[in-house]
């Protein structure tokens, strides 16, 4: 099978099958530019389904480049509070100042240009080139990747390279709908070559496809290393109220307000400690209450009955829900 054999194939399933999707919207070309934008930054490591309904709020409060470059900062982190990995928002709004006061409004239109622009890498700018200018480019996200590794079963360490991904991608070819194809082959990944059960009986271009002719669909993955780390946190409250401070300590969650806390050596009973998944990080965290008996610098005294009335990390709001059940 050629490659524009296989582009129109994979073109063709999309157009049937394909997700409606709010930043895949008909609209102007300066929406596209925003939109892709915004929801590029957004999926940055979180799932299609947990975004859309952020995107859709975000985009009715903050319309366009400007106002998301002039917008107060504790408003901009409310609108992205609960999507974690809290540095993708600041780097977005860093990025629209930049657009605005450089570019008019507007996303520069090469590669290099957007890769200097901050939180965008190779992935992000890739696929603002393809679908925000309908520019031949094939941004490698884990879906696109895994249809490679797949078509051409690809398995040892030096095969599954990024690098040697990056040389392969050319398998795919280009269509001259960039922006459309980009989003199919995410779409084929995401929705049919999934990672542990795919759809190979329903997938367009299974005929191409050396893992689905000799019947082995593994996908070898490279974790992360997971890293065990322990904690303590120190619980102050005074009637409805604890005590936070603004995180200066940690990397994880750098300037929010968290519950005082310190690293610790492995507790002899982790029976009663909390369990919580942070990236590659593994935490149990054991909890503790304290008299207050002096100030505590970067400190404020939150009411647990009106949580949404402040930005917190999702980090926190589950250590308040620990607490509002263990009463």
């Known amino acids: 099978m050629s490659k524009s054999i296989l582009t129109k194939k994979?073109?063709?399933?999309?157009?049937?099958?394909?997700?409606?999707?709010?930043?895949?919207?008909?609209?102007?070309?300066?929406?596209?530019?925003?939109?892709?934008?915004?929801?590029?930054?957004?999926?940055?490591?979180?799932?299609?389904?947990?975004?859309?309904?952020?995107?859709?709020?975000?985009?009715?409060?903050?319309?366009?480049i400007t106002a998301l470059s002039k917008i107060n900062e504790g408003k901009l982190l409310k609108y992205w509070e609960g999507l974690g990995y809290y540095s993708r928002v600041k780097n977005l709004k860093k990025t629209a100042k930049i657009i605005n006061r450089n570019f008019k409004g507007r996303l520069p239109y090469t590669i290099d240009e957007l890769k200097l622009l901050p939180g965008i890498g190779d992935y992000t700018a890739n696929a603002i080139m393809a679908i925000a200018f309908n520019k031949p480019f094939i941004p490698l996200d884990g879906n696109v990747e895994r249809v490679i590794k797949r078509l051409l079963n690809l398995k040892s360490i030096?095969?599954?390279?990024?690098?040697?991904?990056?040389?392969?991608?050319?398998?795919?070819?280009?269509?001259?709908?960039?922006?459309?194809?980009?989003?199919?082959?995410?779409?084929?990944?995401?929705?049919?070559c999934k990672p542990k059960t795919p759809l190979c009986l329903q997938c367009p271009v299974k005929k191409n496809c050396k893992s689905f002719k000799i019947n082995d669909f593994e996908i070898i993955k490279q974790d992360k290393k997971e890293i065990d780390k322990f904690y303590?946190?120190?619980?102050?409250?005074?009637?409805?109220?604890?005590?936070?401070?603004?995180?200066?300590?940690?990397?994880?969650?750098?300037?929010?307000k968290i519950f005082p806390m310190k690293e610790i050596l492995i507790p002899n009973d982790l029976s009663k400690a909390l369990n919580f998944k942070m990236s590659n990080m593994n935490m149990f965290i054991i909890v503790k209450f304290y008299n207050i008996k002096r100030t505590i610098p970067d400190s404020s005294w939150i009411d647990s009955s009106k949580l949404n009335n402040y930005t917190l990390p999702t980090f926190t709001k589950k250590i308040f829900r620990y607490l509002d059940k263990h009463k």
């Open 10 to 64: 994979i073109l063709y399933w999309y157009d049937n099958n394909k997700r409606k999707l709010p930043w895949r919207k008909k609209i102007s070309q300066i929406k596209r530019e925003y939109y892709t934008l915004v929801s590029e930054f957004m999926l940055q490591q979180t799932k299609v389904t947990t975004v859309i309904p952020y995107f859709n709020n975000f985009i009715k409060n903050i319309p366009n």
């Open 158 to 192: 030096s095969q599954t390279s990024k690098k040697n991904l990056i040389k392969q991608k050319k398998i795919l070819g280009i269509s001259v709908r960039a922006g459309d194809y980009a989003q199919a082959l995410m779409e084929l990944g995401a929705l049919i």
């Open 232 to 256: 303590e946190i120190k619980v102050y409250k005074k009637n409805n109220q604890f005590l936070l401070i603004k995180n200066k300590k940690f990397k994880f969650l750098k300037n929010f």
